[in-house]
């Protein structure tokens, strides 16, 4: 499979959504490199601290906002855990 095909498919996607701002492309560019590092998986599980990370956000309520608006409009599927010892699921549309 092409690695660079969900980043381009998200981007033609968004082409015309104008409820997607840079910090949800940094952060749904974050979760595909942290896919991409897990060897493709679907769902991956993680962490907020290492998205963050990645994707060079400091506020924990951006993180979940963005996750949160990207899993309404349907670019992913977040299922949170509230188990600090367990990553949220995030599953990506094949």
Request: proline fraction near 4%; aromatic fraction near 18%; glycine fraction near 6%.
């Amino acid at each position: 499979m092409d690695r660079s095909k969900p980043l381009s498919d998200f981007f033609t996607a968004i082409e015309k959504d104008g409820r997607i701002g840079i910090t949800h492309i940094g952060i749904y560019a974050a979760l595909l490199k942290y896919r991409i590092d897990k060897g493709f998986v679907n769902p991956i599980y993680v962490f907020r601290r290492d998205i963050m990370h990645i994707a060079k956000i400091s506020w924990p309520n951006t993180f979940y906002k963005c996750v949160n608006d990207l899993s309404e409009y349907g670019y992913i599927k977040y299922e949170a855990s509230f188990n600090k010892n367990e990553g949220s699921r995030i599953y990506f549309p094949d």
